[in-house]
């Protein structure tokens, strides 16, 4: 990423754009109907009624309980074309949600609730849409809900509290750095409120640039926007300079803040052994920095994309180290 952007909302652009279609059609459809009540409806009683369908009762905040529905969309970006490193849990997902059969037979006692809710939302409710909610439904019980008890579900949900930022040890740093960055500099707070209006969010309006920057408020107190000037002012999407190179995945969700973002302005480059610019087909995130032994490979794996783009970067780097090795001896400095 070279381009600091505040609402990254095309992080998940990319999602809508490369996954399953059925999978990112019933995403679309769940998440405008769950807006649609939450946003459209503002009624108490109904909202209610949502959560309880997910067993989510005890969430306060709409925007926790629609950030624990996000939860199996985001799994994207953890496919890795190797099995041993990539998360089945995206495809999981999407077939759970894609599925027209009812996979979760407890469900069944939540069709009439299952009915009722796609209609307030803006949906008719044909036989196969009420079973993909079922699905859905059972799908939030089976994974987020299996880790939390009911009655403390704000604690482990809620994004809303402050305690966890509290921490300043050595031991925090996981959950202090990165956002510590993007809070001060990177932005890249993944909303669903900033899609544009003629387009359905993956993930809920309710997910804004207020909710999103909760952690920058309770963890360093910055109430001011990330100043993406400072990284911007060094090129963007222009960045260029000998020796830096640039490699993204087509379906990765980062790629609209890289310079191969040709959908948001980026400019299309002749790639160069001194400046380098691949674009690896059909792959997600820094699909070229694993590999396997020679004995490990098979026809399949790597990926042929993978292996072009391994092999350009065996070939640039050692050009780039000839260059300073002839710099060196120019110089007179033998300790290379």
């Known amino acids: 990423m070279t381009k600091a952007i505040y609402d990254y909302w095309q992080y998940y652009a990319a999602i809508a754009k490369y996954g399953p279609k059925d999978c990112i059609t019933a995403q679309q459809t769940f998440t405008h109907m769950v807006d649609n009540i939450l946003i459209g409806k503002n009624d108490h009683g109904l909202t209610m009624v949502l959560k309880d369908a997910f067993g989510l009762g005890n969430v306060t905040y709409d925007n926790d309980f629609a950030s624990v529905l996000a939860s199996g969309i985001g799994q994207f970006q953890s496919l890795n074309w190797d099995p041993e490193i990539s ?67 704000d604690s482990c949900f809620s994004q809303h509290n402050s305690t966890p930022y509290e921490d300043v040890s050595i031991s925090s740093y996981g959950v202090r750095s ?34 999103s920057t909760l952690v920058c408020r309770y963890a360093f107190n910055r109430t001011t926007p990330p100043d993406v000037d400072r990284i911007n002012k060094y090129g963007g999407y222009d960045i260029s300079y000998p020796r830096l190179a640039f490699l993204d995945g087509e379906w990765d969700p980062w790629r609209p803040a890289s310079p191969h ?13 001194s400046e380098p610019f691949i674009l690896i087909d059909d792959a997600v995130h820094h699909w070229d920095e694993n590999g396997l032994f020679p004995n490990e490979t098979t026809p399949e794996l790597p990926p042929q994309p993978v292996v072009d783009a391994q092999r350009q970067e065996v070939k640039f780097v050692k050009a780039w180290m000839q260059e300073w090795k002839y710099k060196c001896a120019e110089e007179g400095k033998w300790w290379y």
Do not use: M
């Open 87 to 153: 998360s089945p849990g995206f495809y999981d997902y999407c077939a759970n949600i894609s599925s027209t059969d009812v996979i979760y037979p407890a469900t069944e006692a939540k069709r009439k609730t299952a009915t009722h809710l796609l209609k307030a939302g803006g949906y008719k409710p044909k036989k196969a849409l009420v079973n993909q909610l079922l699905n859905y439904i059972g799908y939030v019980n089976s994974t987020s809900l299996s880790r939390c008890d009911d009655v403390n579900q």
């Open 178 to 211: 990165w956002a510590y960055q993007y809070c001060t500099e990177w932005g890249y707070l993944q909303t669903g409120s900033g899609v544009p209006k003629d387009q359905l969010p993956l993930i809920s309006r309710t997910i804004d640039l207020e909710y």
């Open 261 to 273: 973002a040709y959908d948001y302005g980026a400019r299309r480059r002749k790639s160069t052994i």
